[in-house]
Structures are given as C-alpha cells and as structure tokens.
C-alpha cells in the first residue's frame, strides 16, 4: 500500500502482523519523560505549575527497556525540554512515546503533544485537547455530563475573591440542601495531592481557600460517595497478548480493580505517601459488576475519541450506583514487581498479557490509528508496513 491510501481495521492488522519485524529492525523510538526546570537551557524562564511536578523517568527507562525486549532496536529516552526538537531531529526519531506530565505552565499535559502536532511527528499518548480535558476534571466531568455518563455532583471554584456567604450559596443552588460531605481537589494534579474530606461547608470552604491558595489555579467541590471505589485501565482496541496481536470492536478495558479503603481514609492514599502494594488492591471477581465497570470506561474512551490510555476511577454511592470520578491522562505505568506495583499492570495476569505487550499494545494502537484516519502524516512509518 502507499503512504496516501487508507487502511481498514483488517488491512491495520495484515500490515502490523506482516511486518512486525520490520518495524522491530526500523523503527526509531523516543520515550520522553519530563524534564527539570532547574536545568540549565531547559526552559527560557522558570514558571508555575499547578500540577504537582515529577519527571516519570524512571518508569520511562522501564517502558523504553520494555520495548527493547520486545525486540525493538532503536529505543532512547529523552526529557521534555526546551532542545526536545533538536534531539528529536538529531536522532532521527519516527515516533514517541510520551511519558511526560510536562515541564512547567499552566496545562502541562497537553504540551508535549501539541509540540509534537507542530512538527507533524508521530506520538503514543492523548491528543493535546484530550490531554487538556482529562487532566482539568471540571472539563472532564462537564464532558461526562454531556454524554449522559454518570459523575458526582460538582462546583468549579476559580478563585477565593468571593465570600463564605457566597461560596454558600452557589454550594445550595449546586447541591441543594445537603450540607456535605464533600471532597475538595484541584481541577489539575496527580496521586490524590490536594484531595481532601470536607465534612461540612465550613471545611469545604476552607479546603477550597487553601487549595487554590497553594495550587494558583481552579479547585472543584464535588459530593462525596461513600461507596466502594475501582479503577479500570482502558486503551485503544488493537491488543497484544500471549504473543498474538488482535483487534476488538471496542475499547480494551482490563485490570478491573477495587481499591480498598483503610478505616477513616476517604480518599485513596497517595503513591506519593505509600507504595500502591497489592494487599490494597482487590481483584475485583463478580463478572456482573466487572461488565458494568468495563462499560463505563468504555463509554469514556469512545465517548471522548481517546487516543491513548487512561485509568478511569469510579465510586459506588451509598445505594451502589457507579460514577465515575474522574480519568488519568498518563496511568502509571511501572513494572511490576513483588512489593510495588501499578493500577493498570495489577490486573495483566488475568489478561495473560506481559508488561512487554502492555506497552507494545499502546505504540501499536497509536500506528494503527495513524494507518486508518491520517496514513498521509506518517509517510516514514507507512512505508515499513507496504
């Protein structure tokens, strides 16, 4: 086939099973993970970032060593920085994968692949709209809403100008007359920083004063579930598992699991605070429920034409119904191992998935939906798959 032709889903998987090995011996992958500010040249100015900022690296030698034993010769990381372009173009790089929760700003998610739109590049990872949805929940929950997805009642609190009998107000015309709980988070940030448990409006208001205080940017109060908590784990349809390559009618949604709450914690611990083990994670066995569950993140991914893949995080309320809270844009993604473990790696046993074809499985399914919407914008890859 030309680079200019169109591919059907059936033609996507004759030309990747067909010339895997090419592909394998060919192609050049950058795995990028975020940079540092403080280096030098990395940026021209320093500025603020309302998402708490860590730099994945770790977990992008360990995606990047993934697909070097996967069998993919040409692999190297790079940080998200200000020479990111020069080092792409100096090492003749085809394709990324992004790992990155960006540098610094405002909507740092969306960075990287805005970048990478820019110079027409190929990348694993959400579109920068995508990106800039998942990673501000208000927009994210405002989409759920449209798409009649169920979500927990919220308010958007975009500054603290305003006063208690205000914030009160707009709290009662939102929820009625429910005078909480609540929980209070930023609308941009990761592994629970900021979450907190309101009891009542006083606190909320409170929380609400302090965190846009600390985070300079807009805070969400949403009703708080008391119900059981899961995360599922959902990708694009195109699935690489006990070594075969297939492709589903619908999103790959996997590693159902119920994420349990230890006595007084209302919101899941950060990674941050304490390693995610697996005695805090409970495979979830009731195939009901795990139908259910799959569906909604289902609905999330189709609904919002996602890209990449996305831990989907979903509560039970007091009468059992599911909501979903809210969508991680970049899902940790570090190895398993014996005492630490991630949400999404958690449940590949009962895929009979290997890390290696986890991460194969996303730089497949970005390939993939370059072959069959946009070939003529990936001339370089296309002509590998001929």
Request: overall charge neutral; some cysteine.
């Given at each position: ?15 990747l ?5 090419r ?8 795995v ?15 500025t ?60 740092p ?31 994210f ?75 300079s ?21 195109i ?46 066995d ?17 609904g ?37 473990t ?45």
């Open positions: 086939m030309t680079s200019g032709s169109s591919f059907s889903m059936h033609n996507v998987i004759a030309a099973s067909n010339n895997h090995n592909l394998k011996q060919h192609l050049s992958i950058a990028i993970h975020g940079g540092n500010k403080y280096d030098e040249g990395s940026c021209f100015y320093k603020h970032n309302p998402r708490a900022t860590k730099s994945y690296e770790s977990v992008a030698q360990q995606i990047a060593e993934a697909l070097r034993n996967a069998g993919y010769r040409h692999v190297i990381t790079l940080p998200e920085n200000a020479q990111l372009l020069e080092q792409l173009h100096s090492h003749g790089i085809d394709i990324v994968f992004c790992n990155s929760g960006g540098l610094q700003g405002y909507n998610m969306s960075h990287l692949p805005a970048i990478l739109e820019m110079v027409g590049l190929p990348y694993v990872g959400h579109n920068p709209l995508n990106a800039t949805q998942l990673d501000n929940k208000h927009l929950k405002q989409a759920l809403t449209d798409l009649g997805i169920p979500t927990p009642t919220f308010l958007v609190c975009h500054n603290c100008n305003q006063s208690f009998e205000e914030f009160k107000a707009r709290i009662e015309q939102r929820f009625g007359q429910s005078n909480g709980p609540y929980i209070v988070k930023p609308t941009s940030g990761r592994a629970s920083i900021y979450v907190n448990y309101a009891k009542d409006i006083n606190e909320a208001w409170l929380l609400t004063q302090e965190t846009i205080k600390k985070t940017h807009t805070v969400l109060v949403e009703e708080y579930l008391p119900g059981r908590e899961f995360v599922v784990a959902v990708g694009g349809p699935v690489k598992n006990n070594n075969r390559l297939n492709a589903l009618d619908t999103p790959f949604a996997f590693s159902v699991i119920e994420r349990k709450l230890e006595d007084n914690e209302y919101v899941f611990t950060s990674m941050d605070k304490k390693a995610i083990s697996s005695n805090r994670l409970v495979s979830v009731n195939e009901e429920l795990i139908q259910k569950i799959n569906l909604l993140g289902q609905q999330v991914h189709a919002l034409c996602l890209q990449g893949l996305v831990r989907v995080d979903i509560r039970m309320n007091a009468n059992g119904q599911l909501s979903v809270m809210e969508a991680n844009p970049k899902p940790d993604l570090t190895r398993p191992g014996p005492h630490k991630s949400l999404v790696c958690h449940g590949l046993p009962k895929e009979r998935m290997s890390y290696e074809e986890l991460i194969e499985s996303q730089l497949l399914n970005a390939i993939s939906l370059r072959m069959k919407t946009l070939p003529d914008s990936m001339p370089h890859i296309c002509r590998l798959l001929h």
